[in-house]
């Protein structure tokens, strides 16, 4: 799907411009999408190997994206 695709490219842009590990809900903010697309983009990129996760996605321990 084209704008899939095309979501996750600028997913991968946002996150290779910022300085920090960012939040699902920093990425569905910045972009303006539900944080359920955001996140949908989020893990195809990481199983992809675009992005890597840290985490374990708990308050105490949220998980955190960046470009790999």
Partial sequence: ??????FRA??????SEQDEPVTNKMV???LEVSSQKASSA???LVDKGVAKVE???TKADPKVFMIA
């Fill in 10 to 15: 600028a997913v991968a842009t946002f996150l």
């Fill in 28 to 30: 569905s903010e910045a």
């Fill in 55 to 57: 985490g374990k996605g």
């Fill in 42 to 44: 989020l893990r195809a």
């Fill in 1 to 6: 799907n084209p704008e899939v695709e095309e």
